[in-house]
């Protein structure tokens, strides 16, 4: 069901990594500013713009859940959201990283870009208990579809937020105007831009089969034993 | 601050990369433990079911 394409798809994903790797380490010029540590933007906002893009899929897909009643959205919309997460700690992280070797300090707490990203990293985080603290199947998709939109909501109002905050020190390189990055490097952000989006969807459609084939497992070891039952 | 020289900012760079390759390296090799244990479980599903 959810394997469909999942070959392809992951060859193209992996051919479009390597080409972004190649591009940022042997085509993209080093920044006149801040040197060779800007290859690090190349991997971090690609990674933040597909989380927060992924946490409002999960969004999405759980109004479709809700409005049709259909659990599979519910499972595609908590599978997303996980990603996310799980590519959010790749953010914080590399962040961190990116911010000690600018500006010598592992966080910058007046920074509106880190924090406002570490706030909706934290919401998410609520997602898990949530989820996983009600035990009827029913209530606890719902129960998550609900708070998938609440919070899928919040995320583009936080980017605006911080769009229309004062101070900036993060490169604009999606602005209206066309944004500050000259044009060999803007080809490598938007390579790794879509490497970091097919890898997202290779790693969701991976997780949506492991989950269905476990569920179908689950399904085939019952009617087994309802089987054996019967006949004993 | 002015740019960091190459054989420092290096170890910033690498750290970055190695932490993105480490994550989704960690997170598809839990993926696939987790198919592996799946298919493990058909095959013996069905060797059950043969018997």
């Known amino acids: 069901?959810?394997?469909?394409?999942?070959?392809?798809?992951s060859v193209a994903t992996v051919v479009t990594l390597a080409t972004a790797m190649a591009l940022v380490f042997f085509y993209a010029p080093l920044d006149a500013d801040q040197g060779f540590v800007q290859k690090i933007f190349y991997v971090?906002?690609?990674?933040?713009?597909?989380?927060?893009?992924?946490?409002?899929?999960?969004?999405?897909?759980?109004?479709?859940?809700?409005?049709?009643?259909?659990?599979?959205?519910?499972?595609?919309?908590?599978?997303?959201?996980?990603?996310?997460?799980?590519?959010?700690?790749?953010?914080?992280?590399?962040?961190?990283?990116?911010?000690?070797?600018?500006?010598?300090?592992?966080?910058?707490?007046?920074?509106?870009?880190?924090?406002?990203f570490l706030v909706v990293f934290l919401l998410y985080c609520v997602y898990y208990p949530l989820r996983f603290s009600i035990e009827d199947p029913e209530r606890q998709a719902r129960y998550s579809s609900v708070f998938a939109i609440v919070a899928g909501a919040f995320v583009p109002l936080n980017f605006a937020a911080v769009r229309l905050a004062e101070s900036y020190t993060h490169p604009r390189v999606l602005s209206q105007t066309g944004g500050s990055l000259p044009g060999d490097m803007r080809l490598t952000f938007l390579v790794s831009l879509l490497a970091m989006a097919l890898l997202f969807v290779t790693l969701w459609k991976l997780e949506l089969t492991a989950k269905h084939a476990s569920m179908q497992l689950k399904r085939l070891r019952r009617k087994l034993a309802e089987r054996e039952a019967v006949t004993a | 601050m002015p740019a960091l020289p190459l054989d420092e900012a290096g170890k910033y760079v690498a750290g970055?990369?190695?932490?993105?390759?480490?994550?989704?390296?960690?997170?598809?090799?839990?993926?696939?433990?987790?198919?592996?244990?799946?298919?493990?479980?058909?095959?013996?599903?069905?060797?059950?079911?043969?018997?």
């Open chain 1, 1 to 9: 069901m959810y394997s469909k394409g999942l070959k392809p798809l």
């Open chain 2, 16 to 51: 970055a990369y190695v932490v993105f390759l480490t994550l989704i390296v960690v997170y598809v090799a839990i993926l696939g433990a987790k198919i592996a244990r799946i298919d493990r479980e058909i095959t013996e599903l069905a060797a059950e079911d043969e018997e």
């Open chain 1, 44 to 116: 971090h906002v690609p990674m933040a713009i597909v989380a927060l893009c992924g946490f409002v899929a999960g969004g999405v897909m759980a109004i479709r859940h809700l409005r049709s009643g259909d659990r599979s959205w519910d499972m595609r919309s908590y599978v997303a959201i996980h990603i996310s997460i799980i590519l959010g700690v790749g953010v914080l992280v590399t962040g961190s990283i990116w911010a000690k070797a600018s500006w010598g300090h592992w966080w910058v707490w007046d920074e509106p870009v880190l924090v406002s």
